[in-house]
């Protein structure tokens, strides 16, 4: 069986670190706001290419806490994408906003920057940007309608840690930006956490307080905040996980080129990649007609794929009040019922990547000739 990401082959290969780091934890018993997390936010902030970091309780909360932190609330307007895990617009709709779907690029299924444009209002105060699968939105154009418009931007960047656009990384274009580490994602802990970076102090500082309660001492609270905060276990992993992130990613690389090579004369399309972007490949997504049928195909071949995502989030029953019907957004809807995520981890090898390549490609004889 072939898995479509392996969590127990990468702690098989860092399983010293990990318990050493997690031991020291346990014999200092400072679980919570312990040493290893101000480590780890200054040195995911230093990777990221910010001033700093804010380690929180979990990846939907680090979008939450971040608009809330940038005077997000009632009444406003959140726009991003319909093609995106629902903590994305759950985040928004936490703060009060509403947010505001619009459809996704045709090529690379990210943000479409003239869709962003039409899509803002008097109410709009802010745009969160995906940077899904691992590859970055077009940072130039998003942050060029946002200043034109006064707009804050906040970079959903759980599925990109690490990727850069034109040799910068994700997380340095926003007012800030937000990850998850959920433990699947590129950076994961062993149970939820998440982080918002940013160059401002005065945000981060204000972020901190929101997500200790409202805090700025022990029982002096400014205002009512959450509990979301990111626990020293969590940190401990994170710092090792972080010293093998690039190593990681590089491998993630090596495997979507074979793939690419691999399936180079397939008859269905292969993930595109704009010229300004590094993705770091959190998903490897192909898109085929018939796409349940592959993915029969796959699992009794057994090989683990995945969808991400089969609904867009305006067609989600959640959302059934916005009034949106199947035809607001073609892209995103036609893209829902291709998209095939393959098998990608760094752990993957070559005989596993050339396996699942040849499944498919099989597949793809069977299914439409
Ligand atoms: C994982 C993810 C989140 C949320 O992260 P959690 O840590 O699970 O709350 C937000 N946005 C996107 C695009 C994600 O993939």
Sequence with gaps: ????????????????????????????????????????????????????????????????LALRALGVGPGDEVITVTHTFIAT???????????VFVDVLEDTLLMDPAALERAVTPRTKAVVPVHLYGQMCDMDAVLSVARAKKLKVVEDAAQAHGARWKGRRAGSFG????????????????GDAGGVVSDDEDLLKRVRMLANHGRLSKYAHEREGVNSR???MQAAVL?????????????????????RTLLAGAPFRLPVVRAEAEPVW????????????????MTKREIETGVHYPLPLHLQPA??????KAGAFPRAEKAAGEILSLPMYPELDDQKVSR????LTSLAKEILS
């Design 319 to 324: 959302y059934a009040s916005f009034g949106l």
């Design 230 to 232: 990111l626990d020293t």
């Design 175 to 190: 007012d800030a930006a937000c990850f998850s580490f959920f433990p699947g994602k590129n950076l994961g802990a062993y």
């Design 282 to 297: 959190h998903q490897f997504v192909v898109r085929v007609p018939s796409r349940d049928k592959f993915q029969e195909g």
């Design 89 to 99: 617009s759950e985040a928004i709709s936490l703060t009060g906003a509403k947010p």
């Design 1 to 64: 069986m072939i898995k479509l990401t392996d969590l127990k082959a990468q702690y098989a290969l860092i399983q010293k670190e990990i318990d050493e780091a997690l031991r020291t934890v346990l014999g200092r018993a400072d679980f919570i706001k312990g040493e290893d997390v101000g480590a780890f936010e200054k040195e995911f902030a230093a990777y990221c290419g910010v001033k700093g970091c804010v380690g929180v309780g979990n990846g939907t909360d680090a979008v939450y």
């Design 239 to 259: 710092r090792v996980k972080l010293r093998h992130l690039d190593a990681g990613n590089g491998a993630r690389r090596r495997w979507a080129d074979a793939y």
């Design 356 to 359: 699942v390549a040849e499944a």
